[in-house]
């Protein structure tokens, strides 16, 4: 661990983290876009993970669902445990595009999903919330027959305004920026760049080189092996 690094962390009293996919792998969840991504594998997934899939063929979207996305074994790596311990000590706040849970297995508090959860499963009809239990066990609501859907934000659908606000709040008075794990390829997601606080400085921690228009520190390694020897 850099010396110059491990300070950054230390001194600061509002780190933002911006996370992706990359996060999630070594909890043996696959990301989206590399060799051995959903995307790769499955030439549809976008249509799979669509509103209109999810409107017009409901049955197809919840088997890709189900079969896919699930990962109810995974559980939180050293990742998400050290970024959660920052977020406990009211010292961070984690803007990820992950839906998986792990982070609030971790015991996160200071987060906003930007994509949803998985875990979060509400009728379409009644707009009650089911355990996600019963919803891998059926699609249908039983209390109202409505359709159970998990509460993402699936293509062509809008992002939650609330996190598009908390995200960008947390941006703007960030004195650290940090990102791990994704490829800030995707938008709006990526977006929230154009609204950092421009003196914090902004570390990178990928196995890809990324590339941005303002200075950044790129450490290229294995995120896991870096959160590994940092010291929270």
Known sequence: MDETIQRAFEQSKRIVFLTGAGVSTPSGIPDYRSNNGLYTHHKNAEYYLSHSCLTQEPDVFYDYVKTNLYKPDAKPNVIHEKQAALTQQDRATIVTQNIDNL?????????????????????QKCHQQVDWHDYLKSPVHEGCGGQLRPDVVLYEEGLNEANISNAVN????????????????????????DYRNPMAPVIVINNEPLSFSFNFEMVQEDAAKFYDQLKV
């Open 170 to 193: 947390a941006m703007e008075n960030a004195d650290l920026i940090v990102i791990t794990g994704t490829s800030m390829r995707v938008y709006p997601f990526a977006g929230l760049l």
């Open 103 to 123: 982070y609030r297995e971790a015991g996160a508090k200071h987060l906003v999903e930007f994509h949803g959860n998985l875990y979060r499963v509400y009728c």
